[in-house]
């Protein structure tokens, strides 16, 4: 083949591969990337040393935020995963039935303790436990996303448009982070000053709840605070009240995360 030849091929490669890459991007995400990162922040401030230890020197992964965000990345891949990062609850209800929401177990609350099961097992081969742990820094944040517990019928939000600092966009997006001003400090800073505000009394409170709690709380604050508009617009209340529950959502699921995996490891060494 000409060398003129190959150019023309390789570009055309490239076009492909763009168009295939905007067309079937998914705008479902779960807490964008800084949020996630975020979380896996909040959870490394608060693992145990022996713990933090642990998935250093079995699955070689030196900081939760770096892998945070890794099945959102994979999800391009394998559509079919793409259920396993929200719960659609019934429309009306307000908490989450396994049985009706989530029958065939693809969806985040069940994959959540699915993952914990694969973790927890040190029969499985290495590699599986490292995706599995991999998937539960990601999903225990998707379900702290009140969106993640949504109606079918408008995807979580995401058919629901929405005018925000000049620009269209979707009610699932701004759950997302999208509401949060990222660039006004590093990931690391916002998670450790999220970190320092908390409260040893509420975070026990916190603690003592499981993977159900915290999808029902997520349909509450959706049907409460996350859904309800005037006139389709974002009032200044609902904007500051919406960036204090994700701030809130966030060291939630951060403190959470870290007692799961502290709990599970604990007796593995
Ligand atoms: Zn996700």
Redesign the pocket.
């Known amino acids: 083949m000409s060398k003129e030849r190959k150019v023309i091929l390789f570009v055309c490669r490239l076009w492909l591969l763009i168009i295939f890459l905007a067309t079937n991007f998914d705008d479902a995400?779960?807490w964008g990337s800084q949020g996630h990162r975020a979380i896996g922040y909040i959870a490394e401030f608060n693992l145990a040393s022996e713990t933090k230890k642990y998935i250093f020197e079995e699955f070689n992964i030196n900081n939760l935020a770096d892998v945070a965000d890794w099945?959102?990345k994979i999800r391009q891949k394998r559509r079919q995963e793409s259920p396993w990062?929200y719960t659609n609850v019934r429309a009306g209800e307000w908490t989450y039935e396994a049985a009706r929401d989530c029958p065939n177990g693809k969806c985040v609350t069940e994959k959540i303790k699915e993952f914990v099961a694969v973790l927890a097992n040190i029969e499985n081969p290495l590699k599986k436990r490292k995706n599995a742990l991999k998937y539960l820094v990601?999903f225990v944040g998707?379900v702290h996303q009140p969106l993640h517990l949504g109606n079918r019928k408008d995807r979580g939000g995401n058919r629901i448009h929405v005018s925000y600092s000049g620009r269209k966009v979707n009610l699932h997006y701004l759950w997302d982070g999208g509401l949060i001003d990222w660039r006004e400090e590093s990931l690391q800073k916002y998670a450790k000053r999220l970190n320092i505000k908390l409260v040893d009394s509420e975070k026990k409170e916190w603690l003592n709840s499981e993977v159900n709690d915290w999808a029902n709380e997520s349909r509450y604050l959706a049907l409460k605070y996350a859904y309800p508009l005037e006139n389709m617009k974002l009032s200044k209340e609902y904007l500051s009240r919406s960036r204090e529950i994700l701030d809130q959502r966030m060291i939630q699921a951060g403190i959470r995360l870290a007692d799961l995996l502290n709990q599970l490891f604990k007796s593995k060494k």
Do not use: C, N, S, V
């Open positions: 995400h779960g099945a959102d990062h990601h998707d």
